[in-house]
């Protein structure tokens, strides 16, 4: 059973930086791209950032330039928050796709306010 653990959330200013982790637990067959959404209150379920198997990396434009994300391990990526702002208050949860299914994290809280 693939399991996907988000850790990293929290409280934090506008303008300070959260880091984000996504951890997998069980057998992955072939990632084929890690991902993160996010999910505000009342507002629908949005992609925020992807990194593929073979890293290439994209970012919905709200976000470009001041998030990263990347691989940590084989099975496990890092979202990087810089400049953080009151919008992207979320609850922020991993994606995995896999050649066999795809899985979701039970996400983490994320608050921006001063």
């Known amino acids: 059973q693939v399991q996907l653990v988000e850790s990293g959330g929290g409280l934090v200013q506008p303008g300070g930086s959260l880091r984000l982790s996504c951890e997998a637990s069980?057998?992955?067959?072939?990632?084929?791209?890690m991902g993160w959404f996010r999910q505000a209150p009342g507002k629908q379920r949005e992609f925020v950032a992807q990194i593929s198997s073979v890293g290439v990396s994209n970012y919905v434009d709200s976000v470009r330039g001041r998030f990263t994300i990347s691989k940590d391990s084989a099975k496990n990526t890092v979202l990087q928050m810089n400049s953080l702002k009151p919008e992207d208050a979320a609850v922020y949860y991993c994606?995995?796709?896999?050649?066999?299914?795809?899985?979701w994290g039970q996400g983490t809280q994320v608050t921006v306010a001063s």
């Open positions: 069980g057998t992955i067959c072939n990632i084929r791209a």
């Open positions: 994606n995995y796709r896999t050649c066999a299914d795809e899985y």
